[in-house]
């Protein structure tokens, strides 16, 4: 059963528009929530969130992360066709973990497609 | 800062041979490093953990006969595909551990392998 949860799979919008992504996780104790943006090569990093209703910013992006509701939205307004791409949520664990402290678990992401 | 490579970035080969696909942190030292691979329109999943000077440790259902990792630099993880057949033709990706930024994990940008 997968631990990262992510919705819509995928997404058609038209330019201008605002769009939410949605990431829930099963895992309870974990030290962040990281966003990437993949297009067509290696993810790139959006944001890494940490604290409960504390929102990143970042342009026209922005993510608030709800520990207690387990879950994470990714809000994307004013879309523009380089937005297009698939979008991924992953957990990281808690230090003292040992090797295991670096590893993401991912979601499968949200491809999503900008239209003129 | 923050950079890491991939060499090859797409390679092609026949089934039955061995492929090595490099991954390096060009200005920092990483003693984990992480191989993933991703098949089309699915998510990143991760094959195995590199540790600098150790053994890698492979993620269940990862052949580590056929998947042959080495670190033996504190900038240098391989990672070798066995006897390759066309079902391992893949997007595989690396990234790379920086202590020095807060344990973040930055990507290569991904080697494309093709067996014919």
């Known amino acids: 059963e997968d631990k990262v949860v992510q919705s819509p799979l995928s997404l058609v919008v038209h330019e201008g528009d605002t769009v939410t992504l949605n990431c829930s996780y099963e895992?309870?104790?974990?030290?962040?929530l990281l966003w990437y943006k993949q297009e067509k090569k290696a993810p790139t990093f959006l944001f890494m969130l940490?604290?409960?209703?504390i929102e990143k910013k970042s342009g026209r992006l922005s993510s608030i992360l709800d520990k207690k509701e387990l879950f994470s939205i990714l809000n994307i307004t004013a879309t523009q066709t380089g937005d297009s791409a698939v979008y991924l949520c992953?957990?990281?664990?808690?230090?003292?973990?040992?090797?295991?402290?670096?590893?993401?678990?991912f979601g499968k992401g949200t491809k999503l497609s900008v239209i003129p | 800062g923050a950079v890491v490579s991939q060499h090859p970035s797409w390679v092609i080969c026949k089934s039955g041979t061995s492929v090595k696909i490099e991954c390096r942190s060009l200005?920092?030292?990483?003693?984990?490093m992480f191989w993933y691979r991703q098949f089309p329109k699915q998510s990143l999943m991760l094959m195995a953990t590199?540790?600098?000077?150790?053994?890698?440790?492979?993620e269940q259902g990862v052949e580590k006969d056929k998947f042959l990792i080495n670190h033996a630099s504190l900038t240098l993880s391989t990672l070798t595909v066995t006897s390759a057949h066309p079902e391992d033709s893949s997007f595989y990706i690396c990234?790379?551990?920086?202590?020095?930024?807060?344990?973040?994990?930055?990507f290569g940008p991904g080697t494309r392998l093709t067996v014919l």
């Open positions: 990234s790379a551990v920086w202590v020095g930024s807060y344990n973040e994990q930055f």
């Open positions: 895992v309870t104790n974990f030290r962040s």
């Open positions: 940490t604290s409960s209703g």
């Open positions: 992953a957990v990281v664990p808690p230090r003292g973990s040992g090797a295991g402290s670096y590893q993401l678990t």
């Open positions: 200005d920092f030292q990483a003693t984990t």
């Open positions: 590199s540790n600098e000077g150790s053994k890698a440790t492979y």
